[in-house]
């Protein structure tokens, strides 16, 4: 439930911050206990924006800020 949540949040401010941008949550199978944000350009390269693996104890650090996330984007397409 706590991965959805957070999933819906950062997925949202994505939509909010490039409504063109497609955004799908899980097209694969996810790793365990991980929340990753990675951004696919057109070339078929990906680019992680976020990756929570190494982060925690506690576990509210696994998961980013929505804002965080935005910005890995934009300077990322920039």
Do not use: C, Y
Not at 4 to 29: F, K, Q, T, Y
Not at 39 to 49: C, F, H, M, R, W
Not at 67 to 78: D, F, G, H, N, Q
């Amino acid at each position: 439930r706590v991965f959805g949540r957070n999933a819906a949040a950062v997925s949202e401010a994505l939509r909010g911050a490039m409504a063109h941008l497609p955004v799908d949550i899980n097209p694969r199978p996810p790793r365990r206990n991980s929340f990753e944000v990675s951004l696919v350009k057109e070339d078929g390269s990906t680019v992680e924006l976020w990756s929570g693996i190494k982060k925690g104890p506690p576990r509210k650090l696994k998961f980013p800020q929505p804002e965080t996330v935005v910005e890995a984007l934009k300077s990322s397409l920039a």
